[in-house]
């Protein structure tokens, strides 16, 4: 089992700057790659980026350039700086365990956050 714990959500202008941290706890060892999903009103859960144990990334296209993914194993923590932000980046912010596959795509085990939420005003 893992344990996800999201922080760091807030309300902040258009242009500002947020950074979101993820604490995993439990069977951390086991986790493969960690990723940061996003959900909108009346929109579906999206992924937005991950970072596989070694440190290799990968972003949506909508936030490549404004956010980054990073992870401290160390601490079983992981990071999601965002620059830039817009009213579009407007959702809930999920941390997630997951693994990636053949083809490097990421999929997603059933240990999710309870979500943090980010606000952008314009």
């Known amino acids: 089992q893992v344990q996800l714990v999201e922080s760091g959500g807030g309300l902040v202008q258009s242009g500002g700057s947020l950074r979101l941290s993820c604490a995993a706890s439990?069977?951390?060892?086991?986790?493969?790659?960690m990723g940061w999903y996003r959900q909108a009103p009346g929109k579906q859960r999206f992924l937005v980026a991950f970072?596989?144990?070694?440190?290799?990334?990968s972003y949506a296209s909508s936030v490549k350039g404004r956010f980054t993914i990073s992870r401290d194993n160390a601490k079983d923590t992981v990071y999601l700086q965002m620059n830039s932000l817009k009213p579009e980046d407007t959702a809930v912010y999920y941390c997630?365990?997951?693994?990636?596959?053949?083809?490097?795509?990421?999929?997603?085990?059933?240990?999710w956050g309870q979500g943090t939420q980010v606000t952008v005003t314009s």
């Open positions: 439990g069977s951390t060892f086991s986790i493969d790659a």
């Open positions: 970072i596989r144990s070694g440190g290799k990334t």
């Open positions: 997630n365990a997951g693994v990636v596959r053949e083809g490097g795509i990421y999929y997603s085990y059933d240990y």
